[in-house]
T-cell receptor
Framework: GENVEQHPSTLSVQEGDSAVIKCTYSDSASNYFPWYKQELGKGPQLIIDIRSNVGEKKDQRIAVTLNKTAKHFSLHITETQPEDSAVYFCAAHNQAGTALIFGKGTTLSVSS | DTAVSQTPKYLVTQMGNDKSIKCEQNLGHDTMYWYKQDSKKFLKIMFSYNNKELIINETVPNRFSPKSPDKAHLNLHINSLELGDSAVYFC?????????????????FGEGSWLTVV
């Protein structure tokens, strides 16, 4: 089945720096790659997603890139702020396309 | 006007008990899910339902029994609770099954139910 690997597991940056989180997936048929942010005590919330027909998508300080050949996709956060501190999850479809399979999460800490 | 709401938010119970977690979505979505998040933050799919029909049961012990009385509700009943069942359980919904190509097919999560078995 689909396997999603996510790195790093923890990431600490200074306010204003950029943060990059990388994921790889195993099923070449996967075509939808969302990123979720989970704040302490809350459920995961979608922050950005990308479909296989584009290579990059940007929304203000957040961008996602996709390399289908290499089967990896990345989240880029620029000008990080303390409120960006959270756990970030990448995801891809399972083989049947019936659910999202999540990476193991990256705990991002932004210090001021 | 919470989109995906689940109750209770916190639940502490003894081993061997039976408990239920309720979930409701007011988004008009066809598909609902239960995910389990363990102490290491791993999010794992347990079940998905589409229009009240079971689509996925990801090797979850049969002590866990989901029930979908209508497409807006997906409740989770757990029998004979064990220590290893302690986790956060997230209900979620999406307009369609994930495999369907759709620009609006986002999964929306509830706030989670913290289950502690002692």
């Amino acid at each position: 089945g689909e396997n999603v690997e996510q790195h790093p597991s923890t990431l600490s940056v200074q306010e204003g720096d950029s943060a990059v989180i990388k994921c790889t997936y195993s099923d070449s048929a996967s075509n939808y790659f969302p990123w979720y942010k989970q704040e302490l005590g809350k459920g995961p919330q979608l922050i950005i997603d990308i479909r296989s027909n584009v290579g990059e998508k940007k929304d203000q300080r957040i961008a996602v890139t996709l390399n289908k050949t290499a089967k990896h996709f990345s989240l880029h956060i620029t000008e990080t702020q303390p409120e960006d501190s959270a756990v970030y999850f990448c995801a891809a479809h399972n083989q049947a396309g019936t659910a999202l399979i999540f990476g193991k999460g990256t705990t991002l800490s932004v210090s001021s | 006007d919470t989109a995906v709401s689940q109750t209770p938010k916190y639940l502490v119970t003894q081993m061997g008990n039976d408990k239920s977690i309720k979930c409701e979505q007011n988004l008009g979505h066809d598909t609902m899910y239960w995910y389990k998040q363990d102490s290491k933050k791993f999010l794992k799919i347990m079940f998905s339902y589409n229009n009240k029909e079971l689509i996925i049961n990801e090797t979850v012990p049969n002590r866990f029994s989901p029930k979908s009385p209508d497409k807006a509700h997906l409740n989770l009943h757990i029998n004979s609770l064990e220590l290893g069942d302690s986790a956060v359980y997230f209900c979620a919904s999406s307009p369609l099954l994930q495999g369907v190509e759709s620009s609006g097919n986002t999964i929306y999560f509830g706030e989670g139910s913290w289950l502690t078995v002692v």
